[in-house]
């Protein structure tokens, strides 16, 4: 396997009138070719943001720092804005989070799908669109070609991420960037969309990136998780190792929020994490989770806290043995 | 007792181009339904993507009149209602915060304008009112001032939430409330959905594509598919013994938080039905693993199960005693 995907220390900054917001806080991952790398955490905790600084479409003020970061081997910071609109949407594509920020309201959903095609293999009008028709069956819309004239409004939440899904497709990129590509679709569609993502991954060796709050499709798409916490990845391993042994307190805490078919009772409190994330201003200076964390001693507080490998690819974040971290966990899931 | 909703045969249609000079067609997003919510109650809606559950919830808000059908808010037409009053009474959360937010207001101001608009309180006690549903959504008070795209989606749709609650309405229509949460924020959003609904009373439509979540809070689930309900019941009873192959296709197609088993197939195939073209006979038959001859020509009416209906020729004793 090689990286398509090599991000080492990378930080977002935003200054804002209250002090510099500090949202990416010196976070290292990779993606290999074929390898479905899965992002969760609270929301707010700056994963979008990630996203859209690999993509460099950072908000104006937003500042992006890297000490690497590779697309295929290839330099992302050296590149200008034409080099990165040769890659986005070509070598890299990105499904957003919510569709009608990247769909734009006055054009048909035809030409915004071959649009990119047209653009990037010069193509002719209906090669582009013959591909346009075939995702958009491909990600389970029927008529396709009759779709095609419709505008984004006339189309359902679920059929517009459907869309934007297909249009990240049409140039076969080698990374897709998905930012909770199926938080709108039912459950059949979802697989669907799943398994389309994971045939072209075989085919095209194409590296995904997805974020989601869904622990269940991370639980059966993952290869390796990367749990972030306000700006920070907290505990990384393959999705084995983070589900059945987690360490860090907050990914355990997740994992109890759940509600799991027949486990929790109906109407019943589900385990939450009480608290809010820390206002990300300013560099660390005490591990982020401590206000809201179970076990938080005083030492907690003393001094940032930084990440412990603990073999290639599993680290975590907290200043408890693992020892301590495993017998944790077994005590709250007893109770 | 009066449901506090009722909708009875309701149908909303639209009319949409087929292509360049091509006439337009009708497409029946709504076709034929009928729900009664009780005070009190949650009654979860799902099904497939594209079915006409916004649709419907629309229509149920009043923001949307239905092509033909009633629907009825404690027992009166919502078309003879006030729309502040009937606003007062029920409240959306809808499903895309970035669409449904005002962009250039403050977080403050977007909460709120309910209480501006119905002239609650005081303008000295707004802010206080404001920082309260702040606090039980999990808003941190620093953003109030802040824009709706200084935020990130997950905070987005706690403004979305604060804002349904703070007029203290009878009825939530949730569409998709917690789609863009993270888990934690999630489970803090339903206890509170849940808290609220029994100190106060309230009663909700909670659409989603989270079975766990309408598992976890709702009484009643309907499962609707190309614009009618397919199948209704005791929420118990849907998940244990569920009835129509599509609600059994969706059950299977959950992915609970268990590494290795990978993704499920539901044996649906790959022919998506075309709601401007629907299927002849049951609109699910090109589908369905079950299908039978008469499925093709003839439409399943709803049959009793022992908490609801279903509308599946597989039920339908009569008939299998004729063929
Ligand atoms: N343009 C902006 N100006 C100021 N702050 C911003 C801006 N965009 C994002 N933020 C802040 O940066 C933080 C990270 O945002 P981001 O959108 O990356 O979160 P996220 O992890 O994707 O959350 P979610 O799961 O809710 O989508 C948030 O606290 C957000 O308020
Ligand atoms: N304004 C409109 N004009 C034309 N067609 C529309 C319009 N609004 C909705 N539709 C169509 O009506 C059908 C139902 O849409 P609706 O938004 O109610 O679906 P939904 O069940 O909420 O789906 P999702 O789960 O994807 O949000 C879809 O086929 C959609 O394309
Ligand atoms: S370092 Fe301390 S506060 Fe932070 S997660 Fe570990 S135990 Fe909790
Ligand atoms: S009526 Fe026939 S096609 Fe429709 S769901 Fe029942 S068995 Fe399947
Ligand atoms: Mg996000
Ligand atoms: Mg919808």
Do not use: W
Request: aromatic content about 4%; glycine content about 8%.
């Amino acid at each position: 396997m090689s990286a398509i995907l090599e991000v080492e220390n990378l930080r977002v900054e935003i200054p804002l009138a209250t002090g510099t917001l500090v949202p990416v806080r010196g976070i290292s991952f990779s993606v290999q070719r074929g390898e479905t790398l899965c992002i969760v955490g609270e929301s707010g905790c700056g994963k979008s943001l990630t996203s859209l600084s690999i993509m460099n479409l950072l908000p104006k003020r937003a500042k992006r720092t890297a000490n690497r970061l590779l697309l295929g081997g290839a330099d992302l910071q050296g590149m200008d804005e034409r080099a990165m609109s040769d890659v986005r949407g070509n070598r890299m594509a990105m499904i957003f989070q919510e569709p009608m920020t990247s769909l734009n309201p006055a054009y048909t959903i035809g030409n915004q799908l071959e649009e990119a095609f047209l653009r990037h293999r010069k193509a002719s009008r209906r090669e582009a669109r013959e591909r346009a028709v075939f995702l958009l069956e491909k990600v389970g819309i029927s008529a396709a070609a009759s779709r095609l004239g419709q505008y984004p409004h006339q189309l359902s939440g679920g059929l517009r991420q459907r869309v934007m899904i297909a249009m990240a497709l049409m140039c076969g990129p080698e990374l897709i960037i998905a930012d909770e590509p199926t938080t709108a679709l039912d459950v059949t569609i979802q697989a669907q969309i799943l398994h389309l993502l994971a045939t072209l991954q075989r085919e095209l060796q194409m590296g995904v990136m997805l974020i989601t709050h869904d622990l269940g499709i991370v639980a059966r798409v993952a290869d390796r998780v990367a749990v972030m916490y306000a700006g920070e990845i907290v505990e990384s391993g393959t999705v084995h190792e983070v589900f059945s042994r987690p360490l860090h307190p907050y990914t355990q805490g997740l994992l109890r929020c759940i509600p799991v078919p027949g486990k929790t009772r109906r109407g019943s409190h589900l385990g939450s994490i009480p608290g809010v994330v820390p206002a990300l201003f300013g560099e660390p200076t005490q591990c982020n989770f401590a206000n809201r964390c179970e076990y938080a001693t005083p030492a907690c507080t003393a001094a940032p806290v930084p990440l412990t490998p603990l073999s290639e690819g599993r680290a975590y974040r907290c200043i408890l043995p693992v020892e301590t971290c495993i017998a944790n966990q077994a005590r709250a899931v007893a109770a | 007792m009066t449901p506090i909703l009722e909708t009875a045969n309701v149908f909303r249609t639209f009319q949409v181009s087929t292509g360049f000079l091509k006439p337009k067609r009708p497409l029946h997003a709504v076709n034929g339904v009928s729900l009664r919510l009780a005070k009190g109650e949650v009654l979860g809606l799902v099904g497939e993507s594209g079915c006409g559950k916004s649709t419907l919830a629309k229509m149920l808000l009043g923001l949307l009149p239905p092509t033909s059908g009633d629907i009825l808010v404690s027992g009166q037409a919502i078309t003879g209602l006030d729309r502040r009053a009937t606003a007062r009474r029920i409240q959306p959360i809808f499903q895309d915060p970035y669409s449904s937010l005002n962009p250039r207001k403050t977080i403050g101001d977007i909460i709120g304008l309910p209480l501006r608009v119905h002239r609650v309180g005081s303008a000295a006690e707004r802010p206080a009112k404001v920082r309260e549903m702040m606090d039980m959504v999990g808003l941190p008070h620093r953003y109030v001032g802040n824009y709706p795209s200084q935020l990130s989606g997950g905070q987005r749709q706690r403004v979305a939430i604060a804002r349904a609650l703070i007029m203290r309405p009878e009825l939530v229509i949730c569409d998709e409330p917690t789609s863009a949460l993270d888990v934690s924020v999630q489970s803090q959003i339903l206890n509170l959905l849940l808290d609220l609904q029994r100190e106060l009373g309230l009663t909700y439509l909670l659409i989603s594509h989270n079975l766990a979540v309408v598992e976890h809070m709702a009484h009643r689930v309907a499962v609707m598919y190309l614009g009618r309900i397919v199948e209704e019941a005791e929420t118990d009873q849907l998940f244990r013994d569920p009835q129509h192959p599509y609600t059994r296709a969706l059950l299977d197609s959950v992915l609970t938080p268990e590494p290795g088993l990978g993704v499920p197939d539901a044996n649906l195939g790959t022919t998506f039905p075309n709601p401007i073209d629907p299927p002849s006979g049951c609109t699910f038959h090109p589908r369905c693993p079950h299908v039978m001859p008469v499925c093709r020509t003839i439409v399943p009416k709803p049959l009793a199960t022992q908490t609801g209906h279903v509308e599946c020729h597989l039920y339908d004793t009569a008939l299998k005693q004729a063929s």
